[in-house]
């Protein structure tokens, strides 16, 4: 007997729990500064990054990237060059 390819795998035990960059709301930089600064981080399209842009700018804060804990903290280093205002927060 084969085993069920479409048997839902917990991926957990193998990558470890994902973690979120939450990114914040920020008056202080342009949209296409925070735009550009997204899509340099996470390697994002620049629609993708506008989108998460846009989400922080209206509701507050936007999940601007999700994965393991060392890459978001590579992507929260990057974020912060220009002092954008993020957190990690597990997923």
Sequence with gaps: ???????????????????????YNDDSHACDE????????????????????NEA?????AIAYTGGKERCELVESILAEIKLMTKIEQA
């Design 34 to 53: 925070v735009q550009a600064q997204v899509v340099k981080a996470t390697g994002c399209s620049m629609e993708r990054a506008y989108k998460i842009m």
């Design 1 to 23: 007997m084969t085993e069920d390819p479409l048997k839902e795998v917990d991926v957990t035990s193998i990558l470890g729990n994902p973690y979120n960059v939450v990114l």
């Design 57 to 61: 700018h209206t509701n507050g804060r």
